[in-house]
Every structure is written in C-alpha cells, then in structure tokens.
C-alpha cells in the first residue's frame, strides 16, 4: 500500500507562531515523502529508509524513534497483540533539516500507508493529532504547523492551540526556494530562541507581534490577489528573523542574492541557522533568480507556484 506526502514552507511567522502568533504555510507539491508497506515473508516489522541510512527491524531501534514511534503508535491503536512480517519502504525528495517539513511528511505517509494496509479508515483530523505527536520527538515543542499543512495539503493560517484555518490565494503567485545546503535542527534554534525570550521577554514580545501583524497583512494580501505586496513583507519578516539570531551568513547571502536578482522580496523559511530561504518573484524571472542563487552557494533551488 503507498501513500504520498508533500513538502511545506513557511511563508511568514516562524518563531512567533510557539509564541501563540499566526504563521502562514503553504505545501510544496514539487517535493514530496513516499511510503510502501508490503506483506514480508520474514518475520519483523523491516525498515528501509536510504534517505537517512536506516535498513533495520523495528525492535532494533528505541520506542522514540520518529520512525519507530509511528509504527509502534499505529499498532497499539489498531490493537494488534502481534504485528504480522511487513516490509516499509521510505523514500523522499524533500531534503532533510532544511525547513521543508520533511519529517512531517514521512510521518503522514506513513501514517496513511499503514492505515491503509490494515483496513483502519484515519481522518485528516485524527492523521494530523498523530503527526503532532511524533513531530514533538523531532523538535521538542513544535508549532504544529508542518503537520497541519502537510495533512491537509492546503494554504494554512495556523495558530498554536486554535481551530485550523485554510485559506485561499485570489491570485497564483510565484515562490523560490533557496537551499543552503547546511542541515538545520528546528529543536535547537527553537530552544535558543526560549532562552532570550525568558531573559528579555518585553523585547522578544515586541519583535513576536511586529511579526503576527505581518503575517496577518500577508493572508489579506494572498486572499485579495495581491502577492506583490508580499515582497516588503518578506523583507521586513527576515529583518525581525535576524534579531531573534536564527539568521546565518549563508542565509543572509542568498537573501541578498535574491533581492539583487530581481525579486520582490526574500526572507528565511523555517526554523533559520541553515536551511532554505524563499523569495518571492514574477514567474519570468524565476528561472534567472534560482540561477542567481546557485551561483551565490546554494545547493539546490525549487520554484514553486502558490495557487
């Protein structure tokens, strides 16, 4: 049985949105998590993940396992006593520790997959709880939101702990993503960003509702076709993204490049310290700015059209 799921970036709000501060992410159909799940003649649960060099059997590996511990949950809420010989085959397009939800998107795969092969039907609600739920081993104390856009595979404006809101774009814009190449631990820019805000929390208070009244600009701007005024917003979002120092010189770099080269705007996406940046453009120059990028150091680029 195969499942599929997709990337995801964070257009405005990373950081503020652990804060209780709306954030905005749309999927990224281009990249994408691919799960098999095949009757095994051995006996064992047999994992084949090359994407992170993981060829194991399913009690080899420890119960918080990101992996391990959506099987092991999926078992116990089938309520299987025995786990019949199943060979999961994990592949995917979406680097890994880049920002773009790569996790989440194993995660959901493999959660329908296996829902799937055992006959047991799984809302997007109740995939999306699950998903939550292992995203905490990945990341300590995520937002939620690669999970919710990842399962619904819709524009999302997400606040922690509030009923999901989807939203639509009045008119398609135009997004490239820009790969630094350096992995990226979600967990620990996080955590680092706790620590200033617990020793200064006027000030990171400030910079988190600076960022929520962007955000909110940025959903009115998509919804009422007009994503070119995003690109200041862009601009403005990483400005703020630099002072809670989750930016790096690459980054920084490749934001630059982007501006230079003609786009609107550009900001970091994700959790910062390496990863993507995203930078907003006419469809015509895309191809022109993700040349800009590569030459400027970036490992890969995507361009992707928000529709």
Known sequence: MKASAPGKIILFGEHAVVYGRPALAVPVTQVHADVEVLDSS??????????????????????????????????????????????????????????????????????????????????????????????????????????????????????????????KTGKPFTIVIGDTGIPALTKESVGDVRRLWLKDTHYFENIFNEIAQISLIARRSIENGQPELLGELMDRNHALLQKLTVSSPELDKLVITAREAGAFGAKLSGGGRGGNMIALVEQARAESVASALISAGAKRTIITEIS
Do not use: M
Not at 80 to 87: V, W
Not at 88 to 108: R, Y
């Open 42 to 167: 051995r006996p064992g649960v047999w994992i084949n993940a090359p994407i992170i060099d993981l060829h194991a059997e399913l009690t080899s590996l420890p119960s918080d396992h990101p992996i391990a511990s959506v099987i092991l949950k999926l078992i116990q809420l089938f309520g299987f006593s025995q786990t019949p010989g199943l060979e999961i085959n994990i592949s995917s397009t979406i680097p890994v520790a880049s920002g773009l939800g790569s996790g989440a998107a194993v995660s959901v795969a493999l959660i329908r997959s296996l829902s799937s092969f055992f006959f047991h039907s799984l809302s997007d609600d109740e995939i999306n709880i699950i998903a939550y739920e292992i995203e905490k081993l990945h990341h300590g104390t995520p937002s939620g939101i690669d999970n919710t856009v990842i399962t619904y595979n819709v524009p999302v404006y997400f606040i922690k702990g509030q009923p999901i809101e989807t939203f």
